[in-house]
């Protein structure tokens, strides 16, 4: 079975950081595309990150680039997602994601509470 | 970047069909899309992967009464028979080389 798990959230004043947590399992990790989605209270969903499976590869939104760090460890079937400069607007749920072009398989996520 | 659109809301009685659209930006029609939902306080599930074909391929364990269609830039979701689980928030998205977007969801209500 498919699971991706996150961890890390948690309540932040602005301009701090944090490190997002994904363990996934059920997969053939090291060639998967992974991803991270955040949703804020009451809103849709936006993409934030992405890498390749060698991890070679990362791409941002542009609302992020420059602030957010995503990486992926093989070894732990992990991935990372290095949140600096934080701000209101960063407050959100945020998904790991396995993507086969499409996002096929979605974590619980894990709420990051930007507020002083 | 493709820019998906999406109605903000649908709503349809107990039993009967509703049908859901996507559409592709102007230079982008020709995109695969999939269909996700989200039901109250829950996280997003995959639907179903949707071509400009009209071609779908679902998820593991997504009921029959989900199907897809496209015509032209618009993409489909249709739901029949309509559950009370059913409401929830659907989502579509497409992706390109090195961006992934997403539509700003449907809210479906179930009557």
């Known amino acids: 079975e498919v699971q991706m798990l996150e961890s890390g959230g948690g309540l932040v004043q602005p301009g701090g950081s944090l490190r997002l947590s994904c363990a996934a399992s059920g997969f053939t990790f090291s060639t998967s595309v992974m991803t991270w989605v955040r949703q804020a209270p009451g809103r849709g969903l936006e993409w934030v990150s992405g890498l390749s499976g060698s991890g070679d590869s990362t791409y941002y939104a542009d609302s992020v680039r420059g602030r957010f760090t995503v990486s992926r460890d093989n070894s732990k079937n992990m991935v990372y997602l290095q949140m600096d400069s934080l701000s209101a607007e960063d407050t959100a749920v945020y998904y790991c994601?396995?993507?086969?072009?499409?996002?096929?398989?979605w974590g619980l996520g894990t709420l990051v509470t930007v507020s002083s | 970047q493709p820019v998906l659109t999406q109605s903000s809301s649908a709503s349809a009685s107990l039993g009967s069909s509703v049908k859901l659209t996507c559409s592709l930006s102007s230079g982008h029609s020709t995109y695969i899309i999939a269909w996700h939902q989200q039901q109250p306080g829950k996280a997003p599930r995959y639907l179903m992967k949707l071509e400009g074909s009209g071609s779908y391929n679902k998820g593991s364990g997504i009921p029959d009464r989900f199907s897809g269609s496209s015509s032209g830039a618009d993409r489909y979701l249709t739901i029949s028979n309509l559950q009370s689980e059913d409401e929830a928030d659907y989502y579509c998205?497409?992706?390109?080389?090195?961006?992934?977007?997403f539509g700003g969801g449907t809210k479906v209500t179930v009557l």
């Open positions: 998205e497409t992706w390109d080389s090195n961006t992934r977007v």
């Open positions: 994601a396995k993507a086969s072009g499409y996002v096929e398989y």
